[in-house]
């Protein structure tokens, strides 16, 4: 695994090219592919600067104007010091075929900047596949020294969760709807933000904009908070207004510079990763289950055997269950090739 | 109808959709006619014979009297100069005199499109109408870093009034009508035309021709904008309101279909979208001057510019529906008092779509029927595009070639010695009144919007040419549609037409020159002047409108006698308005449905995506870019969604791009392919200066081209290492299978070395 030595000496020193097929490694389906970038994540993390990394994971309905924000706010980040990279997941890029991702279209100042890093990736297969490789890709951008890590993704539906169980800091963006537009916001997810930034603040908007904040903060009264030294706080933001955009990043170094005080941000991180093992190692045990010795044919024994009445598909699960947990005590490394 | 056909037909998509029309129009087919047409056709139904156009109006084998509208009706539109125009906006026409002659050019230096201009005039053209560089339409000076690849290229290069004055030097613009392309720089470009006037001691008001100044359909289709919409509006009121004031011989804008159907619109689309752009503006240009200017002083001075394609009798019905529906669309929302408010007229251009790079000859004849559909259709001024225009810039040559085409109808044919010829035929009307109502049922729905401001801003004018687009290139590319020489009816390798010459510029020199009188300038202006100028504009621009810092056409005029340059008054306003670019936003499957989602080629196609992600952990994923100031992205967006529907993962970058700047999004995409589509002759600059960029930086991606790009540059850029050049005409899933094909050799390649 030469290459792999390389590759990862090449993303530590900053190259870009190498973080970008470092990610093309993560994201890749081949199972060959699979042990190289397990190798890579081995070489390379140790060498990460966690404590002054922030991953903001942003969200939002269509239209929101997530990528305006986004592009106003990279820059006030990049003015400051720091190097950004943004990881865009799109599910509406779904195609029948394949995708298009148009996200640097709609950030035409950050993707002509050289200190900004912009990658959007296509969401293939399953929720757990997505989150697993958006989780990896934002590490290999922490190894290649950007130390805030954007992670965009569209609400609609569990995306977001998914989001938020692997960023830091998750700010949901909230369109200036009027009257019934809340509703709209499922509860779980304002729960889990730590800001709620109402966009399109300017103009015919403004009102209900105000409006919606004004509703938002009610709301969010009620909610227990998630860390003991952050409450999560609701502010308005217009594309227009720079002053607005200012206010948006002073609240998130603000949000890194107490949780990081407090040991929350540790916490989080740290429950996260509970989390993220045991959703790994679970998908990891059932994608390698049928392949271990012996299971395939127990399983079709016992098939056998419930359809004449001998057994039943609950016992039968039990049994093998037992039967992969032996041969697991005989052998420490299972599926490890 | 009998049963069995009926369901057939419901089977076909295309057929579906226009059924409603269709079902009424079957119901006129004569029984007498079905029966003998079934016998002729041996039992194959008549009614196939309909062709289903792409505007969902159908195109019959046979039209009788039960087509036509009512007598009253007919009688109403038959006085050509009379609401409701429909058979011309004069009584007499072209009966006594030719339409006029106005064919569009520039290029390089303004000294040599100068040259140009005055032996064209020389030969018979009646008036001018300038083709601006990029650079100049998208307010850079030529030394901006940005414009490199742009400056000179697909239009003259204009950076101030030194060039303004050589462009017409020894051309009296008192008797000359000239007519100038320009929409983003349009401030500081008629500014400096007003005062090169100056000098020649022609007056303001003395001034006769047009200017485009049709921003709306730039953020629909043509990309050539500088500012946000909001103050791109503000600058067409006031240039719609100082010139009511003071040029009263000048049209103020050229409302433009024609750029939508260059973009894929159908006559149908680009009907409606016109008249609504054009409602918009006479709305615009009366609300902002608060009640100070009335319809009539705004309305007569609006003129319309429309494209003329292929399908004959659709393109001469639509400039009858055209003239009928503004009219009627005038008298309804501001009701004028005078006549002159409800006339449209209207310049027309032969297609530059239909023009094919193979067998180039053939464009000589569509160009010819395409100039008959315009003068049949009532046109009042004409540009015929020469025949070589899908491979590069004309030559002295093809230029004349297409002028004689136009002076050839006018001269040895009667077409125009009666006024609209077609009118009273039973198609042409029943045609006329379909497209009409289809037209008009877009126009409400733009309406139902707020108007065509809004429905831009909305995105749907966009979505839906980008999907007419995307099915017409499917129909192309499946065969549907035939286009001789290209998809069928191809020549033997011994029997193909000789090789066309094209005009080369010299990119570099005409950047040197520029760059000379520039600092000539410079050196030679009031500083001080410049400055209280550009101040002034800066100021207006941050007011709301005109009324609080002054009308941005008049502070202009003084900052072109003040000599700042293009550039500079576009950063005047900039600084206040910002740049705009525009997002990417296209609804995919419009070209495999169109297609046949079943089709053997595509099935193909996107099993080969598959066998590629099969090998290589994900799909092939490619970078769709454009680079320098073309802005035109017909083709690179029907690629993009062509290429996603086909199973490529697909990058999008912003459009303006530098060669730098797409080497890094590909870079950061970790891209297998850029493919760069080219419609304004930058290539041969900017392609070398990416690929440098990208192997400079440690990546192997490869690089293929599409677009406008003369045979004779292929080994230039295959010689700097370009892997393919996808001319006009290529069919887009034989192109993806060929860069699949070459990236698994090349993957292959690095696996084993």
């Known amino acids: 695994m030469a290459d792999v030595r390389l590759l990862s000496r090449a993303i530590l020193a900053g190259e870009r090219a190498a973080l970008s097929r470092g990610i093309s490694l993560v994201e890749s389906r081949l199972t060959t592919q699979r042990e190289a970038a397990r190798m890579l994540l081995k070489h390379v993390l140790p060498q990460r600067s966690a404590s002054a990394s922030l991953r903001i994971g942003v969200s939002g309905p269509p239209g929101t104007g997530k990528s305006t924000l986004i592009e106003a706010l990279g820059g006030v980040l990049l003015d400051r010091g720091h190097r950004l990279a943004v990881l865009a997941i799109d599910p509406s890029s779904h195609r029948t075929g394949g995708s298009v991702m148009g996200d640097k279209t709609r950030m035409p100042r950050l993707a002509a900047d050289r200190r900004a890093y912009i990658r959007p990736s296509p969401s293939q297969g399953t929720l757990g596949g997505v989150a697993r490789r958006t989780e990896e890709a934002a590490l290999l951008c922490e190894c290649g020294g950007y130390d805030r890590v954007i992670v965009e993704t569209v609400g609609v539906g569990q995306s977001e969760v998914a989001v938020a169980g692997m960023t830091d800091m998750f700010v949901l963006l909230v369109p200036p709807s009027s009257g019934d537009g809340l509703q709209g916001i499922k509860r779980g997810i304002m729960e889990m933000a730590d800001a709620v930034i109402v966009t399109k603040c300017d103009g015919q908007l403004e009102p209900a904009a105000l409006s919606v904040a004004r509703d938002l903060r009610a709301a969010l009264k009620l909610f227990r908070p998630r860390l003991r030294s952050w409450r999560p706080s609701v502010m308005t933001s217009s594309s227009f207004d720079r002053e607005s955009t200012l206010k948006v990043a002073d609240l998130i170094e603000e949000f890194h510079a107490t949780t990081k005080a407090s040991g929350d941000l540790v916490r989080r991180r740290e429950e996260q990763a509970l989390r993220a093992i045991w959703d790994h190692a679970c998908a990891e045990v059932l994608e390698r289950l049928p392949s271990i010795h012996g299971v395939d044919e127990l399983v079709r024994r016992y098939a056998r055997e419930s359809a004449t009445g001998d057994t039943s598909p609950s016992l039968a699960a039990d049994a093998i269950a037992s039967y992969v947990l032996r041969s697991a005590s005989h052998a420490p490394d299972v599926g490890q090739s | ?753």
């Open chain 2, 1 to 753: 109808m009998p049963p069995s056909s009926f369901f057939a037909l419901m089977r076909r998509p295309s057929l579906r959709r226009s059924l409603r029309v269709q079902s009424l129009c079957t119901a006129s087919l004569p029984d007498a006619w079905v029966r003998r047409a079934s016998k002729e056709l041996k039992g194959k139904d008549p009614l196939s014979l309909v062709v289903n156009t792409a505007e969902g109006v159908p195109l019959k084998p046979l039209y009788t009297p039960a087509d036509l509208p009512a007598a009253s009706a007919l009688q109403a539109d038959s006085i050509p100069g009379e609401f409701p125009f429909t058979r011309g906006p004069y009584a007499t026409m072209y009966t006594h005199r030719p339409w006029t002659i106005r064919q569009y050019a520039g290029f390089s230096t303004a000294g040599e499109s100068n040259a140009f201009y005055k032996a064209n005039l020389a030969a018979g053209q009646a008036g001018l109408s300038v083709a601006f560089d990029l650079a100049t339409h998208r307010g850079y000076d030529s030394d901006n870093a940005r414009v490199t690849g742009d400056v000179g290229m697909a239009g003259v290069a204009v950076d101030s009034i030194l060039d303004m004055r050589e462009l017409f030097h020894e051309i009296p613009l008192d008797k000359v009508s000239v007519s100038m392309t320009m929409n983003g720089a349009v401030l500081p470009v008629l500014a400096m035309y007003v005062a090169a006037a100056e000098e020649q001691g022609v007056a303001q008001a003395q001034l006769a021709g047009t200017i485009q100044n049709d921003i709306l359909k730039e953020f629909m289709v043509r990309n050539t904008f500088i500012y946000p919409p909001a103050p791109s509006m503000r600058v067409v009121a006031d240039i719609m309101t100082y010139t009511a004031a003071h040029m009263p011989r000048f049209n103020s804008i050229s409302v433009s279909g024609y750029h939508m159907q260059e973009a894929g619109a159908d006559a149908k689309l680009e009907l409606a979208f016109t008249l609504a752009d054009g409602l918009e503006y006479v709305r615009t240009a009366v609300h902002s001057s608060g009640g100070a200017i009335t319809v009539d002083q705004i309305a007569p001075r609006i003129s319309f510019f429309f494209g003329v394609g292929m399908n004959f009798y659709m393109e001469v019905a639509k400039l009858r529906a055209a003239r009928k529906l503004w009219a009627k669309l005038m008298k309804k929302h501001f009701d004028p008092k005078s006549e002159k408010s409800l006339m449209l007229r209207t310049h027309c251009q032969t297609s530059g779509w239909s023009l094919q790079e193979q067998e180039p000859y053939n464009n000589i004849i569509r160009t010819t029927v395409e100039a008959m559909a315009a003068v049949m259709g009532g046109t009042q001024s004409l540009h015929t595009n020469s025949f070589d225009e899908a491979i590069g810039l004309p030559t002295d040559f093809s230029a004349s070639l297409a002028r004689n085409t136009q002076l050839i109808l006018a001269n040895e044919t009667q077409i125009h010695a009666t006024v609209d010829p077609w009118g009273g035929s039973y198609m042409m009307e029943r045609l006329t009144e379909d497209l009409l109502a289809a037209a008009e049922a877009v126009i409400d729905e733009v309406e139902a919007l707020g108007g065509m401001a809004a429905a831009v801003a909305s995105g749907m004018p966009k979505r839906k040419i980008e999907e007419s687009a995307a099915r017409k290139q499917a129909r192309i590319d499946s065969g549907a549609d035939v286009i001789v020489g290209v998809n069928a009816f191809k020549p033997a390798a011994k029997s193909a037409q000789p090789a066309v010459e094209v005009r080369t510029i010299d990119n570099q020199a005409v950047i040197d020159a520029q760059l000379r009188k520039l600092r000539a300038l410079r050196a030679e202006r009031d500083e001080a002047r410049v400055e209280a100028a550009l101040r002034a504009l800066t100021d207006s621009a941050s007011a709301a409108d005109s009324s609080g810092g002054g009308n941005l056409m008049g502070l202009a005029i003084e900052a072109a006698r003040a000599k700042c340059t293009v550039g500079e008054i576009s950063d005047a306003l900039e600084r206040q308005w910002g740049r705009y670019t525009p997002s990417f936003s296209l609804a995919g499957g419009a070209y495999v449905d169109e297609y046949g989602r079943n089709h053997e080629e595509i099935d193909a196609t996107i099993a080969a995506a598959h066998a590629f992600e099969a090998a290589h952990g994900r799909r092939p994923r490619i970078l769709v870019a454009k680079m320098g100031q073309d802005g035109h992205d017909r083709g690179a967006n029907v690629i993009a969604s062509a290429f996603a529907d086909m199973g490529f993962d697909v990058d999008v970058g912003p459009l303006f791009a530098t060669p730098e700047e797409v080497a890094m999004q590909a870079i950061d995409a970790d891209v297998h392919v850029v493919g760069i589509s080219s419609q304004a002759a930058g290539h041969k600059t900017l392609v070398p200066q990416l690929i440098s960029e990208l192997r400079r930086q440690q990546s192997d991606a490869m690089v293929v081209c599409g677009g406008v790009i003369p045979a004779i540059d292929y080994e230039f850029l295959r010689e700097r290492g370009v892997a393919a050049v996808f001319g006009p005409g290529t069919r887009i899933p034989a192109a993806a299978r060929s860069i699949i094909n070459d990236l698994q050799k090349q993957l292959a390649g690095d696996a084993s070395s």
